[in-house]
Structure formats: C-alpha cells, structure tokens
C-alpha cells in the first residue's frame, strides 16, 4: 500500500499565486485612484478655509488678500498642494489656487475657488 505525503504539490501553490496575482492586478489601481481621491480632499478643505479667511478679511478691509498669511487659516507645513491667491487690481474678487502632483505621474493636479465661493477642478490629476 502507498502512503501520500500531507502538504501541498508545486501546481496547487502555483495556482493560488496565480489567483493571488490577477487579484493583486485588479485591485491595485482602484486602490491608487482612492488614495489619489483621498489627497484631493486637502485641497478642497484648505480651499474652503481660503474663501472664508478671504470673506471675513473682506468684511474687515473692504478688499481681498493677496497674501494668504494675512488671513486666518493654518495651512500644514506637510501640505501635498502649494497654495496661492490672486486678486482683481481693485481687490473686489479673488481666485485662490490649489496645485500638486498627487500621484506620481507629469501631470498636476489643480484646484481653484473664487470669490463666489466656486471650487473647480480645472486640472484633474486623477483619471477616471
């Protein structure tokens, strides 16, 4: 009478690093688009932090900011994004700009909010 050996053959491991891999392949550039996604939310809240700092200076100074320290917002010195503002020559309107590169690729990611608190994703980093 033959004995079998308990354990796993070479063609049943294989197999399963196969499934292990074409699950991998599915599921990694979902996983990156999220994580890119997830980035974009600092760009939205920082941008809304902007057009309320802008608004509440407004109220106080009759005009927008074109210096964001001069508003009272904390942006994290960790930041993905660099943040700029750019006013109109009578300071009656502003658009504030969100700009990063979030996923490793040449292309920038890019956000903007106005004075009519409309944010827009002019440049979207992240492809559907």
């Known amino acids: 009478m033959k004995t079998r050996q308990a354990g796993l053959s ?10 292990v891999a074409v699950i991998t392949g599915l599921a990694y550039p979902r996983y990156q688009k999220m994580v890119s996604r997830s ?22 100074n009759q005009v927008y900011s074109a210096n964001l320290e001069m508003l009272d917002i904390q942006i994290p010195l960790d930041a993905k994004y660099t943040y700029s503002t750019k006013i109109a020559e009578n300071g009656s309107a502003f658009v504030a700009t969100a700009v990063a590169n979030i ?18 994703n002019s440049v979207n980093d992240v492809i559907e």
Request: hydrophobic share 45%; net charge negative.
């Open 103 to 120: 996923d490793g690729d040449p292309a920038l990611d890019e956000w903007q909010i106005d004075h009519r608190n409309q944010l827009v």
């Open 39 to 60: 980035k974009q939310t600092e760009a939205k809240t920082i941008l809304q932090a902007i057009y309320v700092g802008q608004d509440l200076y407004k109220t106080a």
């Open 10 to 19: 070479l063609i049943e491991i294989m197999i399963t690093l196969i499934i």
